[in-house]
């Protein structure tokens, strides 16, 4: 039996695709096809899309907890709910400014999934953020 060969899908409008000019934020192919965007629920999703927007090239970002509930529109029990997924679940780390100080330093750590055939962690490949937006759903923002 002959396979057919398919041709990527064209998007809506070629004439507009992006370009990044400055930094631009990604996540980790394996938050889509590993199931990790099933298991976070809206609100996680979020904070960890605004902190890989306003993350550097470490993958840090300084945003604290009321700047991350105003930039998403979100209260501040949501985002600590959100962030306390994040952790548990070893997408992101912290490291607060000073002992017992809700607000410090936030880390993407890279997504480690299980290799059942050795049983090693191996790590999944960058996903473009648009593409991340494009599968929840979400218009990508034009520049």
Known sequence: MRRSVRSSPQP?????????????????HGLLHDGWLARLGPDPIA???LLALAADRRGASYYGRDRMARE??????????????????RL????????????????????????????????ARPLPLAQILASL???ASTR
């Open 12 to 28: 809506p409008h070629p004439d507009l695709v992006r370009r990044p000019t400055r930094p631009f934020g990604w996540l980790e």
């Open 47 to 49: 904070v960890l899309v």
């Open 72 to 89: 998403l529109s979100m209260n501040r029990p949501q985002v600590n709910q959100a962030l306390e997924r994040l952790l548990h679940l």
């Open 92 to 123: 992101v780390a912290h490291r607060p400014y000073q002992p017992d100080h809700p607000d410090g330093v936030w880390q993407l750590l890279p997504i480690a999934t299980p290799d059942p055939t050795t049983r090693r962690r191996t790590t």
């Open 137 to 139: 759903g979400l218009p």
